[in-house]
């Protein structure tokens, strides 16, 4: 029986809706109280974590920006690993030129150029509130905890993803973490480096955890913990290597899997 679970937010624990289910809730927080932890691993920054974190009620970790932070239980940063400046400036140049859509996140905000916003709306059914719009030469100086690349064709972002690792494969990682979504982050981190991390500092070994996902960007996380869970909605491609299956993000897969493993 495994002590930690490890879950990813978009595609996996929320629904289309973006949110929590309330089966989903009940079961996180019944294996709490039988001091099974609970660890959210997102591709989010910290504050459009923080509330999915609130609502279900539990003192948890968070993993973000797929491993390049994380969050102890009163929102203190307690890992790091950016994106060294000199390559987020050759990056943004490259973006630039190719006139590639794309945003920067750096704490509590994400950044992009005035070049790039009139393009940006039609990414979101919403437009982020948390995004700073900044002329090229102030935007440089970020120094970025992840940088995204938007293209709704993903035909564009697998060959962005193939240009981008043949140029800078020793200083960055990039995972697809939505279909519309290229994420780039420091070699140095990953959503399986920082459970990794995580367990090891609570005193559990991978063998002792169970992971949930449903995209690239937690391919290494599902392949690294002792159980690896991709959702029925996930990449058809990831569903071909990792074996056990959830339920769909619209369906409480995440819950009833527990169900079932924790006999509850």
Known sequence: ???????????????????????????IQDLYEKNIEFIITTGRGYSRTKNYRDLLEINCEVIC??????????GEKIFEKTIPIETSQELINFFILRNINFLGNSGDFMYTSIETEKNLKKHFKSFPENIVILPLDKLKNIIFEKIVILDEDY?????????LNFKFSSVIRTFI?????????????????????????????LNETLAF?????????????????????????????????????????????????FGL
């Open 65 to 74: 920006n797929n491993g390049s932070t994380i969050y102890n239980i009163s």
């Open 1 to 27: 029986m495994k002590k930690i679970i490890f879950c990813d937010l978009d595609g996996t624990l929320l629904n289309e809706e973006k949110e929590i289910s309330p089966l989903n809730k009940k079961v």
């Open 213 to 261: 996902g449903d995209a690239y960007n937690d391919f290494e996380m599902l392949s690294m913990a002792g159980e690896g869970v991709i959702m029925d909605n996930g990449f058809e491609e990831l569903k071909k290597i990792i074996k056990n299956r959830a339920h769909s993000n619209n369906n409480d897969g995440v819950a009833k899997y527990l169900i079932k493993h």
């Open 155 to 163: 035909k564009n972002l697998k060959n962005w993803e193939n240009i």
């Open 177 to 205: 973490s939505q279909s519309n979504f290229l994420d780039i982050v420091s070699k140095d981190c990953s959503k399986g480096i920082a459970m990794e991390f995580l367990a090891k500092q609570k005193g559990f070994s």
